[in-house]
């Protein structure tokens, strides 16, 4: 049992109380030690990712009770990957924050950030769904304290919205697990996937309902229709790097619904046959579609890319709905890809509004000092974000677009994903050229000397941007051994025999039934 | 007791679901009170229901006894919801402060880009 499995866990929650109660009035101190400790974290998250390498599931019972009576983590390759991203992605946005002076304006910037990062890799890791709940909570409670850093009449009423709606989501998520162990009498992932598996369909209804409210729930998370709404109003008044960290917080929703959707409640067990899949798959292509429409329509900067994002997960859903292996990998590879895409948008975003008397809406503005470099890095960051070649977007979507040939999804998916990745284009060709070409045909702005508009960006601002893209280019040029990685990963998930057997012992391991096709059609109809 | 339980968690749930879907800050907070508080009941009841059975097993005797998990998740629910309230209520009364009134629903002039501007000239 390797104790580097909770690292990830205890670190960022052993540095957040000493940022907070040592560091707080000493702001190079507290970018010192968060630095340092999202530097190890990717030293961790590499180190895991090698042992998961080896193909097994790897289990570690915290106390040393043994499941399903107490708490696991489990680090297999999805796990792994996911952490890994969190943390590249984490040391990117802290460059950011650092450089460009975000983390003075409020309190506490340093502190909330690692717990939002320990309640991530809790989510990513956790083996009981009672705990995914509690670290869904962290990561929350740190995202509301993040969400309003630097205050702000706007920025406090679009935080309010967004911590109501997350509290609703919270009490939901409750419902759900006390309906699921009322029916199952456990709560630990690999336990509840031996359980389902023994229900008869006739004596699955309460099951259906857990699995539905589930689905519910990590749908606001992931901003799935028709639960999306507070993401534009969310993301476009968050500051900027508070925005690129929480690309990652909707992959979360995402995650979840991969591993429990897939795993527990997947296609193939009796009780929650195509259940799951009949409502996804629609409203992906539907958030897709709100998504391609928002960035064509937006009129500001920051709401466009919130848009963008909202279109990034449509994308992914649909994929992930398909509940096929090689779908889940296209999805996977999308999801590191437009996380890191979105966070190079807001990144730069962030770097061109502070810059312009216009702030961020898209009108025509006299040209900011770097207008050639902005107008390169957005142009960079845009065609990974629409998917075109020759980063990383254009590989994602062409993989989905391969995983959704059944005909049962073409028709649907390829619509989707083609005519929004059109719009997306043309709503991204548009702010481009309002805030990069119109704005040299605009009469010069000539600022006085002290003006925040006419500092020029220092290479350590720009950095963290390019880093991002950079990040797309690599996925891009190792997309092989990267897809090869990917597809053990979801395989993993799909084999859930192996994180039974890893979790409970191989005893407990569910000889494989297929479901009576006549026995599964009707109630699934009914249900309808 | 059944429906005594079962029927206060609707009732809740009813008049919390009505007071989260008001636009004033105030009937959000107590509706989402009241929804947690539904979820709590909901949550313990999920271990069934009995009287007089302690959450403790008696290896000397046939002792009735009620799972002690949903107790357990109840407990961690109510700690959590109630932190979140403290909070939910720190960021309305910072709303309240700044806009001046507690409307929950953002107006046209909001959506129009205040916040980023102030960043950008701070």
């Known amino acids: ?528 | 007791m059944e429906l005594i339980v079962a029927s206060s968690v609707g009732v809740l749930t009813a008049g919390g679901v009505y007071l989260v879907l008001r636009l004033r800050a105030f009937p959000v907070i107590l509706g989402l009170a009241l929804l947690s508080y539904a979820a709590n009941i909901f949550l313990f009841a999920s271990g069934r229901l009995r009287i007089n059975a302690p959450p403790v097993l008696n290896k000397y005797a046939e002792a009735v006894y009620s799972d002690p998990l949903p107790q357990a998740l109840t407990l961690t629910a109510i700690v959590i919801a109630f932190g979140m309230t403290a909070l939910l209520v720190m960021v309305a009364l910072g709303a309240f402060i700044e806009a001046g009134d507690d409307r929950i629903d953002m107006t046209e002039a909001d959506h129009a880009g205040e916040a980023v501007r102030k960043d950008g000239a701070a």
């Open chain 1, 1 to 528: 049992m390797s104790h580097w499995i909770i690292a990830p866990i205890i670190l960022p929650a052993l540095l957040a109380p000493l940022i907070a109660f040592v560091m707080r009035y000493d702001i190079v101190l507290a970018r010192a030690a968060s630095f340092a400790g999202a530097l190890v974290l990717v030293a961790i998250a590499v180190g895991l990712a090698v042992i998961s390498a080896d193909g097994a599931v790897h289990v570690y019972d915290l106390g040393n009770w043994p499941a399903p009576f107490g708490i696991v983590l489990v680090l297999d390759r999805l796990s792994a990957v996911l952490v890994l991203l969190t943390a590249v992605l984490a040391l990117i946005v802290l460059s950011h924050a650092a450089a460009t002076g975000w983390d003075t304006r409020g309190r506490h910037f340093h502190a909330l950030f690692q717990f939002q990062i320990m309640g991530i890799c809790g989510a990513f890791l956790t083996g009981d769904a009672f705990n995914l709940f509690v670290f869904f909570e962290i990561l929350l409670i740190a995202s509301y304290g993040l969400m309003i850093h630097g205050g702000g009449k706007v920025r406090l009423q679009a935080g309010l919205q967004y911590v109501v709606m997350n509290l609703a989501g919270s009490t939901l998520f409750l419902i759900a697990l006390g309906t699921l162990y009322a029916a199952t009498g456990t709560l630990n992932l690999a336990d509840l996937a031996v359980k389902v598996r023994e229900i008869p369909i006739e004596e699955a209804a309460l099951i259906r309902v857990a699995a539905m409210l589930l689905m519910v729930v990590f749908a606001i998370k992931a901003a799935l229709f028709p639960i999306q709404f507070w993401l534009p109003a969310t993301y476009a008044n968050a500051p900027a790097p508070v925005a690129a960290l929480f690309a990652i917080m909707t992959k979360v929703g995402a995650y979840a619904i991969i591993r429990i959707h897939s795993m527990i409640f997947g296609p193939e067990i009796a009780a929650t046959d195509g259940l799951t899949g009949t409502w996804l798959f629609p409203a992906a292509a539907v958030t897709l579609a709100i998504g391609a429409f928002g960035v064509l329509g937006a009129r500001r900067l920051m709401p466009l890319l919130a848009f963008s994002v909202v279109a990034s997960m449509g994308t992914m859903m649909l994929a992930v709905a398909a509940f096929t292996p090689w779908a889940t990998t296209a999805a996977l590879y999308y999801l590191i890809h437009s996380t890191f895409a979105a966070a190079a948008l807001f990144l730069l975003a962030d770097l061109v509004v502070s810059r312009r008397p216009e702030g961020d809406r898209l009108d025509p503005a006299p040209a900011t000092v770097q207008n050639g470099l902005f107008a390169a890095l957005f142009f960079a960051g845009a065609v990974a974000m629409a998917g075109m070649p020759p980063l990383s977007g254009f590989l994602g979507k062409l993989m989905i677009l391969d995983s959704l040939r059944d005909p049962q999804f073409m028709a649907l998916g390829w619509t989707a994903v083609l005519a929004g990745s059109l719009l997306v284009i043309v709503g991204l060709a548009r702010a481009g050229s309002v805030l990069f070409w119109r704005s040299t045909a605009v009469a010069a702005h000539v600022p006085a000397a002290d003006d925040a508009e006419a500092r020029p960006a220092s290479p350590l601002e720009v950095a963290p941007t390019m880093a991002a893209i950079g990040m797309t280019a690599l996925l891009a040029a190792f997309a092989g051994p990267l897809t090869d990685f990917l597809d053990a990963g979801s395989r993993q998930v799909f084999h859930a025999e192996d994180y039974i057997a890893a979790v409970l012992g191989p005893q407990e391991v569910p000889e494989v039934t297929q479901p009576e096709p006549d026995a599964v059609e009707d109630p699934v109809q009914e249900e309808g």
